[in-house]
């Protein structure tokens, strides 16, 4: 009972180093989602998927890319760290099946990243 | 303006108190609402969805003001496990986004 996965766990960059941020979910969900979470700011979206083979950007985008891979699989690229991306990230999935619909959304563990 | 605004707190409180907190949000469009529980270094869960004639789920219950534009949680009987940061989070019409507040922090104590 899987849920989403998201790995690594954590992970230390050096600046200008390119990284990606693997998530999978097993619920069979349309909708998947990156966050970020900075002390004090939230969560905040940088990118979402709706639905296999659609990507939008979200709330803080810039520096970032993303491949909507499968339905299961949702991946997010560094391409060039920097320290401002210093970080934990969550990805999550939920499957609207309207647009506003009510419905949980569930989160990964979390990728701690550090860019020094 | 923040899409999503909460009282960071913390809120220290002994066990069996009552708790309640706030949320305001800015898009009059929003539609759905939720709490969200979220423990240190975990992921955010969701605690309860909040319905627009309020609700109930055991010690926990949740209040929509259309009008004013706010949400808000409030906690019964607070035991020692309620300690955790509440996440408010907001879901506007013709949107698949989710907002979320920065969290409110409380902490229960024996």
């Known amino acids: 009972n899987a849920g989403v996965t998201q790995t690594p766990k954590f992970q230390v960059l050096k600046t200008g180093q390119s990284m990606t941020l693997q998530c999978a979910q097993d619920m069979n969900h349309n909708s998947m989602y990156w966050y970020r979470q900075d002390p004090g700011m939230g969560l905040r979206l940088i990118y979402y998927s709706a639905s296999e083979g659609t990507t939008d950007k979200g709330e803080v985008p810039n520096g970032y890319n993303v491949s909507r891979l499968n339905k299961r699989e949702f991946s997010l690229r560094l391409e060039s760290a920097a320290p401002s991306q210093t970080s934990v990230y969550f990805c999550?999935?939920?499957?609207?099946?309207?647009?506003?619909?009510?419905?949980?959304?569930?989160f990964g563990q979390g990728t701690r990243l550090t860019v020094v | 303006r923040k899409e999503v605004e909460q009282d960071p707190g913390p809120f220290n409180v002994p066990e069996g108190a009552t708790v309640a907190f706030n949320c305001t949000y800015s898009?009059?469009?929003?539609?759905?609402f939720f709490w969200y529980r979220q423990d240190c270094r975990k992921e955010p869960k969701l605690l309860m969805s909040v319905y627009s004639s309020g609700n109930e789920d055991g010690r926990f219950t949740a209040q929509l003001n259309r009008a004013s534009q706010y949400i808000s949680l409030l906690i019964r009987d607070s035991k020692l496990s309620d300690s955790a940061t509440y996440l408010c989070?907001?879901?506007?019409?013709?949107?698949?986004?989710?907002?979320f507040g920065a969290g409110t922090t409380v902490t229960v104590r024996a």
């Open positions: 999550a999935s939920s499957d609207p099946k309207v647009i506003g619909a009510r419905t949980e959304a569930f």
């Open positions: 898009n009059s469009a929003s539609q759905s």
């Open positions: 989070v907001v879901n506007c019409h013709n949107d698949y986004k989710l907002s």
